[in-house]
Structures are given as structure tokens and as C-alpha cells.
């Protein structure tokens, strides 16, 4: 095929053109742009134009059908005087009239994708308005083959035709002397010389001449017999090199092709800087998210090694309230308290139990105030020094999304707080050691109302019997012995209570300050885990953006190869 290098190049540079203007529409360019690269695909996907002039029965017909090596344009079908005829591609065959000069055939043949071939009437027929059709093609023809026949070189109806045109328009004529296997070699070479010093007195340049067989080369191109020898003898060969040199080296189609390459290549580079720059914003804001997350974790972990620090504060203020507490204990556990449990179950016991639990609230309240404090102070200082990190050195876009409202820290103060006194009330106060010392105060009680009952029965029996020494004393005795079993049990009840309480307070002492410091650790857990999940939210901003950009880098990438080689060629 001839022009194969150009169409190679062509179809090369349409294709990385294509690959372009879909990357760029899918990165949302202005449309500007976009409009520019189609424009430019437009134009180089036109086909090349050839044009074919000459007498009637010059061969001109033949000579196209051996270029494109089918029998595309038949003798017996195209008219021979009064019609321009332009060979188009379609799915099917059909032929439009354009006007009463000019034919649009079409015809389902591959090579008509790329050429637009004009047959034109021949010279020696046409009129003036046939020549003004043909000056619509001649202007824009990458190639103009001029056909003189053997039989008939000398006339000059050719020349005349040649005169009417303009001579920039001639820029890519060539000569073809068609039929040289009717003539001898002699006859030929003087047929050329002719048309050389014609050409030179008429038009002032000798275009390329190229004697040739158009019947000889098609048969070499459909034919199985002897191809190497007709293709030699119809010396077609210097005329195709010739078409090729012309259309891949001084065409104006080359440099159109350069010209849009150039502003390809621009466009890539543009699409290619936007995408590493997102990129690059990218990976930068995920390390320092990643920074960032760091630097939480190990915010983290040491305000929870501090808490473990605030913890003991609170714990030795625990234990700096005992003597306090034992001395509130032992001023209301007098004996004569236990003993008013004759007359009453508690005696006391929930006035009690409310002394020490508003004792120990008072005592601890300061120290555990301050732990709280202390650990909002720590939370309020970390928040600004992430805010400040994220507002800096995140790139402007992502900072956008970075931005929100200042944790509530006095509402999460309030809650960690009332979290805190909940705690503490479940554990100091709880109802397991109420309900113990409940029992206790019911069974001290209905004990000693059984001995005061004895000795109440004893006393009487020893005032009814006074005649009867024997059984007074004994009622006397028991009397006696009831009191001291009352001021035991009373005595006992007290230390009782006193043994329960420490027993109960010394385990919850320890079971408050790991409560207290799951408390602590939890709050600070909350506070970290609300900052991760804004980090986790910008990541994920982050990974769908570079999901998004993956796939236009690597088919920007796989369009570099294609134009850095398309450079090279394209020289």
C-alpha cells in the first residue's frame, strides 16, 4: 500500500490522540481543551486526497485501480466526459449527486478509509465549468497525477488545462506516461524528453515523470503468475516511492502531523504534571496522617502513664482519710448505740452509712476534682497541636474536609465526671456491705431483746419469790448473767461493725482506683478514638482520590511511550 509510513504514523498518532482526549475528559478539563484535541483529530483523520487528470482514455482509471490494487474504479461504468467522480469509504455501495459536475461514489473498500481518490473528466473534453470543479480539489490535493498516454503524448489539451491552474497548486504534481508497454523503450525515452522540455517552457519546472504499466502492475498485485516480473517490467515502483516520499516528507499532511503531535505532547505533559501533583498531594498527606497518627498514639500512651500517676494521687488521698473515717466510725458506734437496738433494728445504721459516704465524698472530691482536671488540661492541649498539624501541613483541599468544631471538653468533663461519682458510689457505697451490716444490726438486735426479755423474766421471778431464797438467786444469776451476755453482744455488735467496714473498704479501695483508672483510660481512649476517626476519615478522602487518580497515571504512562516513540519518528 502506498503512504504506509504516513498512515502508520497517522494511525498511531490518531489512536495516542484518542487515548488522550479520553483521559482528558475524564479528569473533567475545561472544555476548551478538549474541544482543541478533537478538532485536531478531526482534521489529521481526514483521508488523503489524490487527485488524477488527463486526457480520455489516457489510462487513468487503470493507473488507480494498480495504486490501491483493486479494480475499484472500472472503465466501463465511469463516464468518460462531462463528470468529476470522488472515491469515499461507506459500509455500503452508493453514489450521491452533489451537483450536476460532481458524484460522491462510495464503496465498501478499505484503502477509501484513508484515500479520497478524484477521477476527473478528461481534459480534452472539458468546459469551463468542469475546470472550475476540478479547482475545488486541485488546491487541497496531497498528490495531483497528471496522465499522459503513450498513444497520444503530444496533445495539447493537457497543457492547457495545466496553464488554467495555479502553479502553487502543482506543488505535489507528478507526471505518470501511462501504458509503456504499447511503445518500445526508445519511443519512450523520447516521449519523456518531450514532456520535460514542455514541461519546462510551459510551467516553468519539470515535475517527476515515471513511464509505467498500470496493467502490468495490477496484474502483479492480483495475479499469481510471474508477480516478481510484471512487477518489474510496469516499473511501477520509483512512482510509489516517489508518492511516499512526497506525503511522508514534504506533504503539508507531515507537518500537520508534527503540529499536532506538538500540541499532544503539551497536553500530556499538562494532564501528566496535574496528575504526579495530585499524587504527590497525595502521598504527602497521607504521611503526615500517618505522622499524625503517630504522634496521637504516643500522645496516647503518655496520658495514660500519667493517669497512672493521677490514680496513686487519688489513692493516697484515700488513704489519708482513713484515720478520719475510723474516727467518725468509732464516735458513732458508741456502746450505748448498740445497745438502743432494744428498741429499734438499725439504730442508725443508714444515718451512718450516709455520714461516711458524704465523709468520703468530701475528703475525695478535691483530689479526684483535680485528677479530672488535670487530664482535661492535657486532652485541651493535644487538641489544638493535632488541629494546628492538620491545618498546616495538609494540602489546602484536604484541609477543607479538616476542618470542624472544637470538641464539647466541658461536656465530656461533665460525663467523665458524673462516670467518676458513679463509680465511686457503687463501690464505696455499695449495697452488698449495707445489706451485710443490715443483718447484722437485725440479728444484734433480736438477740439482745431475747437476754432483756431473760432478764426481765428472771427479775420478776425473783421479786415473786421472795419466800423461796433458793430460786431468787437462781433468777438473780440469770438476771446477771443476761446483763453481761447484753453488754457483750453490744460491745461485740460495735466491733463488729467497725471490722466490717474496714474489711468491706479495704478491698473497694482497691477495686475504685482500677475502676478509676478504667474511667480515666476510657475517657482518653474516647478523645483519641474521636481524632482517629477524623484521620481515618481524611485517609479515606485520601484513598478514594488515589483510586481515582491511579488509573489516569497509568494510562498517562502508557500514552508516554507511544509519543515519545511517535517524536522520534515524526523527527
Not at 58 to 73: H, I, Q, R, T, W
Not at 238 to 262: A, G, H, N, Y
Not at 335 to 344: A, D, E, H, P, V
Not at 445 to 451: F, Q, T
Amino acid at each position: 500500500m502506498i503512504a504506509d509510513r504516513y498512515l502508520q504514523l497517522k494511525g498511531e498518532l490518531e489512536s495516542g490522540l484518542a487515548g488522550l482526549i479520553k483521559l482528558g475528559s475524564e479528569m473533567q478539563r475545561p472544555a476548551e481543551q478538549l474541544d482543541t484535541l478533537q478538532a485536531l483529530l478531526r482534521d489529521i483523520s481526514e483521508p488523503l486526497l489524490f487527485v488524477v487528470a488527463g486526457e480520455v482514455k489516457s489510462g487513468k482509471s487503470s493507473l488507480l485501480n494498480a495504486l490501491f490494487g483493486d479494480e475499484f474504479a472500472k472503465v466501463d461504468v465511469l463516464p468518460a466526459t462531462d463528470r468529476v467522480y470522488i472515491f469515499r469509504y461507506a459500509s455500503e455501495e452508493k453514489s450521491t449527486e452533489v451537483s450536476s459536475k460532481l458524484t460522491e461514489r462510495y464503496l465498501p473498500i478499505p484503502f477509501l478509509r484513508d484515500f479520497n481518490v478524484v477521477d476527473t473528466p478528461g481534459t480534452n473534453t472539458m468546459v469551463k465549468e468542469h475546470q472550475m470543479v476540478a479547482e475545488d480539489f486541485m488546491p487541497r490535493a496531497d498528490i495531483v497525477l497528471f496522465v499522459f498516454s503513450v498513444a497520444n503524448p503530444w496533445t495539447q489539451s493537457n497543457w492547457e488545462f495545466l496553464d488554467f491552474l495555479q502553479k502553487t497548486w502543482l506543488k505535489n504534481l507528478i507526471f505518470v506516461l501511462q501504458q509503456i508497454d504499447l511503445r518500445e523503450p526508445t519511443e519512450i525515452d523520447v516521449i519523456h524528453r518531450h514532456l520535460q522540455d514542455t514541461a519546462m517552457r510551459r510551467l516553468g519546472f519539470v515535475p517527476p515523470i515515471f513511464a509505467v504499466s498500470a496493467r502490468k502492475a495490477l496484474l502483479a498485485r492480483t495475479s499469481g503468475l510471474d508477480k516478481e516480473k510484471l512487477w518489474e517490467e510496469s516499473a511501477f515502483a520509483p512512482l510509489e516511492e516517489q508518492i511516499d516520499f512526497i506525503v511522508t516528507q514534504s506533504s503539508p499532511r507531515m507537518l500537520k502531523l508534527r503540529s499536532t503531535f506538538q500540541t499532544a505532547r503539551v497536553a500530556l505533559d499538562d494532564l501528566n504534571q496535574e496528575i504526579r501533583g495530585f499524587l504527590d498531594k497525595i502521598s504527602a498527606d497521607t504521611a503526615v496522617l500517618d505522622r499524625l497518627d503517630g504522634i496521637l498514639a504516643t500522645r496516647r500512651e503518655q496520658m495514660l502513664r500519667q493517669t497512672t500517676t493521677l490514680v496513686r494521687e487519688v489513692e493516697r488521698a484515700y488513704d489519708e482519710t482513713t484515720k478520719e473515717r475510723a474516727q467518725l466510725l468509732q464516735q458513732s458506734q458508741s456502746w450505748w448505740r448498740s445497745f438502743s437496738l432494744i428498741w429499734r433494728r438499725t439504730a442508725g445504721q443508714q444515718e451512718l452509712h450516709s455520714k461516711l459516704e458524704a465523709q468520703l465524698r468530701e475528703l475525695m472530691q478535691p483530689q479526684m476534682e483535680k485528677a479530672i482536671g488535670t487530664l482535661e488540661a492535657d486532652l485541651r492541649g493535644l487538641w489544638p497541636q493535632m488541629q494546628d498539624l492538620l491545618e498546616n501541613q495538609l494540602s489546602a483541599d484536604l484541609q477543607k474536609e479538616a476542618r470542624q468544631s472544637v470538641p464539647d471538653f466541658a461536656g465530656q468533663r461533665r460525663e467523665f465526671s458524673e462516670s467518676i461519682q458513679t463509680a465511686f458510689i457503687d463501690i464505696l457505697a455499695g449495697k452488698a456491705l449495707q445489706e451485710r451490716l443490715a443483718r447484722s444490726y437485725s440479728q444484734t438486735s433480736i438477740s439482745l431483746r431475747i437476754i432483756v426479755a431473760i432478764i426481765i423474766i428472771a427479775g420478776t421471778v425473783a421479786v415473786f419469790t421472795k419466800m423461796q431464797s433458793a430460786v431468787a438467786a437462781s433468777a438473780l444469776v440469770i438476771a446477771g448473767i443476761g446483763g453481761i451476755t447484753a453488754i457483750f453482744l453490744a460491745f461485740n455488735h460495735r466491733r463488729k461493725v467497725l471490722r466490717d467496714y474496714e474489711r468491706q473498704l479495704s478491698p473497694k479501695r482497691t477495686e475504685f482506683t482500677q475502676t478509676l483508672e478504667k474511667q480515666f483510660a476510657k475517657a482518653i481512649d474516647s478523645f483519641c478514638a474521636e481524632m482517629a476517626k477524623k484521620f481515618r476519615s481524611l485517609s479515606g478522602i485520601c484513598q478514594t482520590r488515589l483510586r481515582r487518580y491511579q488509573p489516569w497515571s497509568r494510562r498517562a504512562d502508557d500514552l508516554e511511550p507511544k509519543f515519545a516513540e511517535l517524536k522520534s519518528r515524526l523527527g
